[in-house]
């Protein structure tokens, strides 16, 4: 079975500079990702795809292969699915490559485990929805959340009959925490995305593996997990 990985890492990032190589623990962030999928059971290639060859080099030297994505698909504005589409089409037209299963890790989520990698791919390969994104349990309710309307007056984002309803009584929710996404070449060229409305199954994380590093703060919070991990 074809298993790939592909790790989007574009250069250009805006709240930390150069952010997908900055150093965490003293190994450059997008080596965290590359580390837990090597050491996944079931991940037999790796690819990163960037539009940097710095980038390139450091993603070589730590054992991934690489595809260089064209610079339409650079910008912040470009969601990461259309670079795992991108790698899809590269892999197959340069090396006949087409994978069983693919995976999307991104690299702000270093903190994450090569057993939850496989436990995404077992439930994937187990239960077979269109796709498995991860999520870790939400300490807020739908019912805490409000807009503001155009009069600047709060609007609840979901309308309830009860406003009072004590928090024991609420459903829980779940964030996306970005860090694995798991689906087949021909559903994500079909949807062009890994979010399938009652076709995605959740991979529950911990709170502290679902880590994302878009700040310099969560950098901060990153290195102190695994300070504390290593105690």
Do not use: C
Not at 26 to 39: E, G, R, S, V
Not at 115 to 136: C, F, G, H, M, W
Not at 178 to 200: Q, R
Not at 224 to 229: A, G, N, S, T
């Amino acid at each position: 079975m074809r298993v790939l990985a592909i790790i989007p890492a574009r250069s250009g990032s805006k709240g930390i500079p150069d952010k997908n190589v900055t150093l965490l623990g003293n190994k450059p962030l997008m080596n965290w990702t590359i580390d837990a999928a090597k050491k996944s059971k079931y991940i037999n290639k790796i690819v990163v795809s960037t539009d940097s060859e710095k980038y390139a080099l450091i993603a070589a030297e730590n054992g991934a292969e690489t595809v260089m994505r064209d610079e339409t698909l650079s910008n912040d504005k470009v969601h990461s699915v259309y670079a795992v589409l991108d790698g899809l089409r590269r892999l197959k037209e340069d090396n006949d490559y087409v994978p069983d299963v693919v995976l999307m890790l991104l690299p702000t989520s270093p903190l994450r485990k090569s057993n939850s990698i496989d436990r995404a791919i077992e439930l994937y390969l187990e239960k077979k929805p269109q796709s498995v994104i991860s999520v870790t349990k939400s300490d807020k309710q739908l019912l805490h959340f409000r807009t503001i309307n155009d009069a600047s007056y709060l609007k609840p984002v979901k309308e309830v009959s009860d406003y009072n309803v004590q928090r024991q009584d609420l459903e829980d929710l779940y964030e996306l925490n970005g860090s694995i996404y798991v689906s087949s070449p021909t559903a994500l060229h079909k949807e062009e995305s890994f979010h399938i409305s009652n076709g995605s199954l959740p991979l529950i994380m911990s709170e502290e593996e679902s880590v994302d590093i878009n700040l310099p703060k969560d950098l901060e919070y990153a290195e102190y997990l695994i300070r504390k991990q290593k105690a």
